[in-house]
């Protein structure tokens, strides 16, 4: 049993080759273009898959290399949203500005998108493989909706077009299918009135593992700032993660290393997965194996190793390649550590 136990994998997105984008920059522009860009994200995607192989990573993401940003990756292929009417707004109750397009008419899908991205992925590893899509609530908070006029309206069309699209992506090989939700740490109310039932019709119907992504954000200067203050024990999760015990979803990805959040609080998780966190994305301070394998630790004191898969606090797309590797080495050293302890 312990061989299978603490099967490592990260929260999605890798740092891009400088050669592809600005490196270290959220929603940086592609530096190729034509099929050159389409060549360069194929090659980056090869790149961050072997790099994660080669660090013991288990469960292998294609690194997010082919998006922009992990929602205009999906958002981009839709009817109903007009990009030549971006808008300033205020995202994550404000906490900080970003131009995004508009919803002008109803959404839909212009047809599949991502299924030829994870066509490439698939041949290109072994392992298993997962995917990472933004869940409804947190599309609905980065989009300006003209449209819908309601958030939670808004929010269910986005769930059935997600589902539609993991119902390929699942046909295609995928064994993992993650919704990124940051948007579930800052709208409780909204969580509990809309945002469990978007997520569960966003995966309905599916057979393959899935999870939901809930951090306190990429390591920029908004998130950590944001992060300073709310003070000695983060407990947001606390509201949300009775609701997401009784939810559809398999598992949850959350924040633990280097956080003030009480790792007791996953024990509200019932027999959900727990993607767990263990590594810290806001610090190019690389942790040690035995630094990730203590907060594995905390954790089994929760709940069972065979419930733990060792995660990344969020996506690693702004830090440095040099540092992303030392992390993703870290993360796979210290799972390791604890597989021997508890083979005895």
Known sequence: MALVMLKTTIAGSLPKPA????????????????????????????????????????IVTDGEQTRRHFVWGFV????GIDFSKM?????????????????????????????????????????????????PMTIV?????????????????????????????????????????????????EVRDWGVEALDGAVAGLSCRTAVHICYGYGIKANTEWKQTLGSEWRQYERTFPLLARSRIGGVSLECAASHVPISLIGLLGDKDILLGAVD??????????????????????????????CTNCGMVP???????????????????????LMG
């Open 19 to 58: 050669w592809l984008a600005t490196p270290r920059q959220l929603w940086a522009p592609w530096l190729l273009e034509g099929q050159a860009l389409a060549e360069g994200k194929r090659d980056a995607v090869v790149l961050a898959l072997r790099e994660q192989e080669e660090a013991g990573i288990d």
């Open 76 to 79: 981009e292929q839709m009817e």
């Open 87 to 135: 808008v300033t707004i205020g995202i994550r109750a404000d906490r900080y500005k970003a131009e995004v397009p508009t919803v002008v008419a109803p959404v839909r899908r212009r047809g599949p998108v991502h299924s030829d991205e994870v066509r490439f992925a698939r041949a290109s590893t072994r392992r298993p493989l997962k995917f990472t899509m933004p869940g």
């Open 141 to 189: 908070d980065t989009i300006h909706d003209e449209h819908y006029r309601s958030r939670a309206d808004l929010g269910m069309a986005f769930a059935r077009l997600l589902n539609e699209e993991a119902r390929e992506l699942e046909a295609l090989g995928v064994d993992m299918i993650q919704l990124d939700e940051p948007a579930f740490n800052v709208y409780m109310d």
């Open 281 to 310: 994305v806001a610090s190019d301070r690389i942790e040690t194996p035995e630094e990730v394998a203590a907060v594995i630790r905390e954790a089994m004191k929760h709940v069972r190793p065979e419930r733990i898969s060792p």
């Open 319 to 341: 830090l440095s390649r040099e540092v992303a590797r030392g992390k993703l080495r870290a993360l796979a050293g210290g799972a390791a550590l604890v597989r021997r302890e």
